[in-house]
């Protein structure tokens, strides 16, 4: 599974959006690997415009949801410190979105990258698409290569 980050479903929704990057989350959404956590169900739907919300909800509503206790917090909070102690300053909501990540053992799609500098400290896996956009299975991904 993979989530998809808010910064990602911006570049599918818009219709100028980044048209690598909509190939890739239909191969996510075509092989039923995407995957939606509140944080970015949050930040997407409390900045989308509110004519445009409904048919956004109406996506979300079929998208297996990576569920999260309070002690994910706390966890969050270690990450981000973590990040901050390497220099980097992070939104708490991205580490918020890399923690759920973490803890559901799958990979992140994103096109912020705050995520690629979380990466590395936080052993965060990346999601890389495939050849025009099709689903990767591969496992990891290094911000580096």
Not at 5 to 17: H, K, P, V
Not at 27 to 53: I, K, N, Q, S
Not at 65 to 82: E, I, P
């Amino acid at each position: 599974m993979v989530i998809v980050d808010t910064s990602t479903w911006i570049e599918f929704f818009r219709r100028d959006g980044d048209p690598a990057v909509k190939l890739a989350v239909r191969g996510l959404l075509d092989e039923f690997e995407a995957t939606l956590c509140g944080p970015v169900e949050l930040e997407f739907l409390g900045g989308a415009r509110e004519h445009e919300r409904e048919k956004i909800q109406k996506w979300f509503n079929i998208l297996p949801y990576a569920t999260n206790d309070q002690k994910l917090w706390r966890k969050a909070a270690s990450h981000w410190a973590t990040m901050r102690k390497n220099g980097v300053t992070i939104p708490w909501n991205d580490a918020l979105i890399a923690t759920i990540t973490l803890e559901q053992g799958c990979r992140v799609y994103a096109v912020d990258k705050h995520f690629d500098a979380m990466a590395q400290p936080l052993g965060l896996r990346l999601y890389k698409p495939g050849y025009n956009g099709m689903f990767n299975q591969q496992k990891t991904h290094s911000p580096l290569t």
